[in-house]
Every structure is written in C-alpha cells, then in structure tokens.
C-alpha cells in the first residue's frame, strides 16, 4: 500500500555533512508526521528528529543543533540534513510516516528499509 525509500547515505570523514531523503509513495490520501530515527550496531534504535505536517517539529538532545529535518509535502518527501557529522554518528537512519491510507479508517505507520551512514577517517 505505501512504500518509503531512504537515500543519501554514504561514507563521509568527521565534520563533514550529509543529506538524507525519505520519498513516500503509494495509495497515500495524507501524511500526518514523519521522523527519523537510527539505530547504531549494538544500540537501540533512537529517535533522531520528527516532523508535523504543519512544519512543527523536535529533535532529541543528543542531535545539539547539528541536524536539520524538513518536509515537502507536495513531493511527499522528508529531509535530514546533517552537518559537523562524528564517528558517534554511525548508524542505519530509518525514516517513518503515520498515514492515512486509501480505504482505510484509521492512520498507519510505515517504515522505510534504512540507509547506512558511516563517519570515519
């Protein structure tokens, strides 16, 4: 029914940035909030930042100003901008969406298959 696809990860050196993209698709009436969360090897996976429809969103402590997330909602998109990027940082970055979906009653969240980001020198 929806899909989400993760891109943009890659290998980068300490204090470089990156960008992630998140592309939803499929039999999608809305998208209320999306997010991203990562999940480093031995880890729990975390809560990276979430966004409203409306723009509104939260970060978790840990991310100190460096992370950036954004939407376009007519591209159905998602965006993580992440800059001064540390070692610490390593991890699959997941995205998700709570949507309302084609014939259906109620919200769902979906998640997308996750795009590795690795930090090293």
């Known amino acids: 029914q929806v899909q989400l696809v993760e891109s943009g990860g890659g290998v980068v050196q300490p204090g470089g940035s990156l960008r992630l993209s998140c592309v939803a698709s499929g039999s999608i009436i809305s998208i209320n909030s999306m997010a991203w969360y990562r999940q480093a090897p031995g880890k729990e996976r975390e809560l990276v930042a979430a966004?409203?429809?409306?723009?509104?969103?939260n970060y978790a402590d840990s991310m100190n100003g460096r992370f950036t997330i954004s939407r376009d909602n007519a591209k159905k998109t998602a965006y993580l901008q992440m800059n001064s990027l540390k070692p610490e940082d390593t991890a699959v970055y997941y995205c998700?969406?709570?949507?309302?979906?084609?014939?259906?009653?109620?919200?769902?969240?979906?998640w997308g298959q996750g795009t590795q980001v690795t930090v090293s020198s």
């Open positions: 998700n969406a709570v949507v309302q979906v084609v014939g259906g009653l109620y919200e769902r969240l979906f």
């Open positions: 966004i409203t429809r409306g723009g509104s969103t």
